[in-house]
T-cell receptor, first 113, second 114 residues
């Protein structure tokens, strides 16, 4: 199974509400990253959180990391229709072969106007 | 503005054809990656390259090969396309450092093999 797995797989909310999605992983990591993908496009990097950090903010985004539970969450506050996208977590696992990122299956977020 | 470009957004090929997907980055990045993306499976790494003329297998290299003759260009080759290679292909690049930092992605190529 994948190193990073997102939950839920899909999320539908009204504009202005908050959206929360979670990522679980299996092995120790150097960092965890979140990406956004608009329909049919490439991924765009949102935020990186290092293994020694517990929380990070970027605009309306808040990411937490709990290395004891091997999990992370991404919170989007005051969502907008433009936040409709798929969101992926990616882990940089310690001692991963080739030191590559491993991506999860993604959470599809629909923000209804 | 940094950019990763891919040669085609959409491509339709027939079974058995040789297919070339090209990726170019203008950020002088050492590392380049090819992923395929399928519904419910997320992104899976096919091949990556840490330097010119160097390549490493990813998680699903079977049926694919790559070429990196110049630092800015990384090509994915399907020697004999098959219908199970119908997918979205994403190229990415990043700086050569450990641990891994931000990856920059191209817009993707949606390949259909008939």
């Amino acid at each position: 199974s994948q190193q990073g797995e997102e939950d839920p797989q899909a999320l539908s909310i009204q504009e202005g509400e908050n959206a929360t999605m979670n990522c679980s992983y299996k092995t120790s990591i150097n960092n965890l990253q979140w990406y956004r993908q608009n329909s049919g496009r490439g991924l765009v990097h949102l935020i990186l959180i290092r293994s020694n950090e517990r929380e990070k903010h970027s605009g309306r985004l808040r990411v937490t990391l709990d290395t004891s539970k091997k999990s992370s969450s991404l919170l989007i506050t005051a969502s907008r229709a433009a936040d409709t996208a798929s969101y992926f977590c990616a882990t940089d696992a310690i001692k991963a072969a080739g030191n590559k990122l491993t991506f999860g299956g993604g959470t599809r977020v629909l923000v209804k106007p | 503005d940094v950019k990763v470009t891919q040669s085609s957004r959409y491509l339709v090929k027939r079974t058995g054809e040789k297919v070339f997907l090209e990726c170019v980055q203008d950020m002088d990045h050492e590392n380049m990656f090819w992923y395929r993306q399928d519904p419910g499976l997320g992104l899976r790494l096919i091949y990556f390259s840490y330097d010119v003329k160097m390549k490493e297998k990813g998680d699903i290299p079977e049926g694919y090969s790559v070429s990196r003759e110049k630092k800015e260009r990384f090509s994915l080759i399907l020697e004999s396309a098959s219908t199970n290679q119908t997918s979205m292909y994403l190229c990415a690049s990043d700086k050569g450092r450990t641990p891994r930092g931000e990856q920059f992605f191209g817009p993707g190529t949606r390949l259909t093999v008939l």
